[in-house]
């Protein structure tokens, strides 16, 4: 019976809040549309959490739901009482399909070209060859060299992608050390750590930062150069503290290795492309809007020029991360109907947050997200709570010294990065735990403390950098 109740709950508990009257909810004015936005908003969280399907294909459901229940093209039986009281204002059938091509979607693609061509060029490896010969011999500064590379590799490629690459690196490394030799536990776990902060650094590093740039529009706009200029530095000190907390608790006995990276950077006309291509992304995203394009247009110049050159041919196209985008996508249409059925404000309005200090509702709602995303995907603990947190953000007067609606994004965003502390936690854990060098206790000490220290931290930074006219 068990292992039908992943099954049961998801489709169950959305079926019962369909079927109940409006009178049955706690808000004054909910509608018919909304009610069912309500239960389309459960089905998802209840999937993402008990997974009867792939987490991708959820999102694809959301939004065929969203098509059939709450738009103007939806089933006829679904817009019988349209017009008549409280049945509410279906949604454009447009809007909800245009997810999938949101600007969002684009950044993301072109991300991902970036990291495939990357790879298939061996970029990376030769990068990562390169930057390490500085750091010499001695396990601590060499573990210190690889968690800055998986850093900086992880703010432009898959963070999984990133992971697989420096722990294959690392494989022969680590089975210098003796078997009981803490550093074993060190090198293995500070892949995966380094790989989830360095996420954190730019718009395309982690799909929960995408999705807050969804809501951080207007006034509140960040560009790509801008995103970078408070998420690099929140990047290094939490990189820091995690290399010292990694050192502190699991000090390799041995005193010295050698780390040997085989290669040499291509010298061919499709290499040279991208190596030119790479670095001409990356300058056009760090000068913003200076030169007339935002980070969206940018992000689809690496696409065009390298399915032109057949530097990204179709057999490579197979290997997109569509799972992804499609993760992604759904996230956008739930956000999506929970603004224009108004349902957003209508929960945030009827709960009296303007009676609790801003701090408890900055730290309660950052420290619930740190909490869903140790036990679920990122990216679905951010679709589900950032359109709530906006809508929040909004509404709240007393987080306007704060930094309003931006700070609560921004530190929900980054609470989203730092659940780390579970093998389920991110794919990077997981591959990590996979090595059996890591055992779940001891990746579970690291992360909770860098998640709560992550937590504070962001919030002290985003301040500061309201304070001072930065943002907000």
Not at 98 to 107: D, E, K, Q, R, V
Not at 270 to 286: E, G, S
Request: aromatic residues 10%.
């Amino acid at each position: 019976m068990q292992k039908y109740l992943k099954y049961i709950i998801p489709i169950s508990i959305p079926l019962i809040v369909l079927l109940l009257p409006l009178s049955a909810f706690p808000f004054d004015g909910l509608t018919i549309i909304q009610q069912r936005v309500i239960a389309i908003f459960l089905l998802a969280a209840l999937c993402w959490v008990f997974e009867p399907i792939p987490i991708y294909a959820t999102s694809v459901v959301i939004i065929v739901l969203e098509l059939l229940l709450v738009s103007n093209k939806g089933l006829y039986l679904f817009r019988l009482n349209e017009g008549q009281p409280h049945f509410g204002e279906l949604l454009s059938y447009n809007e909800i399909m245009a997810t999938f091509a949101s600007p969002i979607i684009m950044l993301f693609l072109g991300g991902f070209f970036l990291a495939m061509a990357a790879t298939k060029y061996r970029l990376d490896v030769n990068l990562a060859r390169v930057l390490l010969k500085p750091f010499g011999s001695d396990p601590k500064f060499v573990m210190l060299g690889l968690m800055l590379i998986t850093g900086i590799f992880s703010m432009f490629m898959s963070n999984t992608a990133t992971t697989a690459m420096m722990l294959s690196i690392l494989t022969p490394v680590i089975a210098v050390f003796g078997p009981k030799d803490p550093g074993r536990i060190a090198f293995a776990l500070c892949i995966p750590v380094a790989a989830n902060i360095g996420g954190i650094g730019t718009p395309i590093g982690t799909p929960p930062n995408a999705i807050a740039l969804k809501y951080l529009v207007g006034d509140n706009y960040i560009s790509f150069g801008e995103w970078m200029a408070f998420g690099v530095p929140f990047v290094v000190v939490m990189m820091a503290l995690a290399w010292m907390l990694i050192n502190f608790l699991y000090s390799a006995d041995q005193k010295k290795i050698e780390l040997s990276i085989k290669g040499k950077f291509l010298k061919t006309p499709k290499a040279i492309m991208v190596y030119i291509t790479f670095t001409l992304t990356i300058v056009l995203w760090l000068m913003g809007s200076s030169h007339g394009m935002n980070s969206y247009t940018v992000a689809l110049i690496p696409v065009a020029i390298f399915s032109l050159t057949g530097i990204i041919n179709k057999e490579d196209l197979k290997k997109i991360s569509w799972d992804v985008l499609w993760l992604v996508s759904g996230g956008i249409a739930l956000g999506l109907a929970l603004d224009k059925t108004g349902l957003a404000r209508l929960v945030v309005h009827s709960i009296p947050f303007d009676a609790f200090s801003p701090y408890v509702v900055l730290f309660g709602a950052a420290f619930l997200c740190l909490v869903m995303a140790n036990f679920m995907s990122h990216t679905a603990t951010a679709n589900l709570l950032m359109p709530i947190m906006a809508a929040l953000g909004t509404s709240m007067a007393s987080l306007t010294p704060l930094g309003g609606e931006i700070t609560l994004i921004l530190v929900v965003t980054f609470a989203a990065s730092l659940g780390m502390s579970l093998p389920i936690s991110t794919p990077p854990n997981a591959l990590a735990h996979a090595t059996g060098h890591v055992q779940s206790n001891q990746m579970a000490k690291v992360g909770v403390i860098l998640g709560v220290v992550g937590v504070l931290l962001s919030f002290v930074l985003v301040w500061l950098l309201h304070a001072v006219g930065h943002i907000g």
